[in-house]
């Protein structure tokens, strides 16, 4: 499964961040509960107009744009 189809990015729908398709749930609250403890079951149960596919939809759509990422090293400082 892939988060394509499930992820929507629309400037007109929280000022463009990801959100689960036709909702107004960001893909950052899933993740938020998920550093907080919640299971999936969890999620389901407090957005129960989600599923399954959905929230992991938003860890697979996480996990693609942090391998994309790229981090460039401080510059020394000089003293």
Do not use: C, H, Q, W
């Not at 990015?9 to 609250?29: D, E, H, Q, S, W």
């Not at 550093?35 to 596919?53: C, F, K, V």
Request: glycine content about 6%; proline content about 6%; hydrophobic content about 45%.
């Amino acid at each position: 499964m892939t988060y394509l189809g499930r992820i929507e990015i629309n400037p007109g729908k929280l000022l463009g961040k990801p959100v689960i398709k036709g909702t107004r749930i960001p893909v950052a609250l899933i993740l938020n509960l998920f550093a907080r403890g919640y299971t999936i079951d969890r999620i389901l149960e407090a957005y129960p107009n989600l599923r399954r596919a959905d929230v992991l939809a938003a860890l697979r759509y996480s996990e693609a744009r942090l391998k994309r990422e790229s981090v460039a090293p401080l510059a020394a400082s000089s003293r």
